[in-house]
């Protein structure tokens, strides 16, 4: 894969603790970024800082948000101003002898970047295809399109993934030597987003096949 300019890291994308656990490789990156469903995206508006949690979907070296065109953080985005987005998928809960060693697997990624506005009806009409296939794939090819009004009324941004970090954790606790003898429980509780039985609609749902389920979910 060609260099992107997160590796190797730059000074404010760098992670200091347990150093060890993160990557700046694009494959690693990408992969948590295609694994996730829910960015939360942090932006600066009248000197006061904001996250606000959004679906996305990544294409090449963008995350693609969007939202009503009216929405105060795709406005911001818009103008060109300097933005993270945080995508976090939980593994597990790890039990430790101490209570300083619990810990928590997870995959996560931080991408600091500036986000243009996409206005091509094209680029678009593909993003908003990409994030109903990412709800099923194929999903885009069954549903009717946006409508011009509905294109009108929906602002998508692309925030360069100009600088990122993936860190990882997985594996069990890490106990101290001296806390082996604490009488309890210690391992993993692995957890995943379990999907249940789809729930139709009482109308004309049942005469169809059910969505494929979207990746990460269970
Ligand atoms: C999993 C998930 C996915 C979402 N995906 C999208 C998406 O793709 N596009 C989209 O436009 N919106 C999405 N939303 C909704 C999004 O989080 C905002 O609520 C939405 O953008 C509307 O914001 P606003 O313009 O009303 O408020 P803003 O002007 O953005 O926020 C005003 C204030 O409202 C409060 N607030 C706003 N949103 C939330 C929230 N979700 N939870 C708690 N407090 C909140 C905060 O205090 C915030 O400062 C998603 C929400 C969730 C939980």
Redo the contacts with the bound molecule.
């Keep these: 894969m060609e260099k992107l300019g997160f590796e190797p890291a730059s000074p404010r994308s760098t992670v200091r603790r347990l150093a060890r656990r993160a990557s700046y490789d694009p494959e690693q990156v990408f992969a948590i970024l295609d694994a996730g469903?829910?960015a939360h995206v942090s932006f600066v508006?009248d000197g006061h800082p904001?996250v606000?949690?959004?679906?996305?979907a990544r294409q090449d070296r963008e995350l693609m948000?969007?939202?009503?065109a009216?929405?105060?953080?795709?406005e911001v985005g818009a103008s060109g101003a300097a933005m993270s987005a945080c995508v976090t998928i939980l593994d597990g809960l790890v039990y430790a002898r101490s209570a300083f060693h619990h810990s928590v697997n997870y995959r996560s990624v931080v991408v600091l970047g500036r986000a243009r506005e996409v206005t091509a009806e094209a680029d678009k009409r593909a993003f908003l295809d990409a994030?109903v296939d990412r709800f099923s794939p194929g999903r885009s090819r069954l549903v009717r399109a946006p409508n011009a009004k509905e294109l009108h009324a929906t602002r998508v941004l692309a925030l360069a993934i100009d600088e990122a970090s993936a860190k990882i954790r997985t594996g069990g606790p890490a106990d101290d030597a001296e806390d082996m003898g604490v009488p309890v429980w210690t391992g993993q509780l692995p957890v995943a987003i379990r999907s249940m039985s789809h729930i139709p609609t009482p109308d004309d749902a049942p005469r169809f096949p059910l969505p494929v389920r979207p990746r990460g979910v269970d």
């Design positions: 469903l829910v508006h904001f606000i949690p959004m679906a996305y948000l969007h939202g009503a009216a929405s105060r953080m795709l994030l």
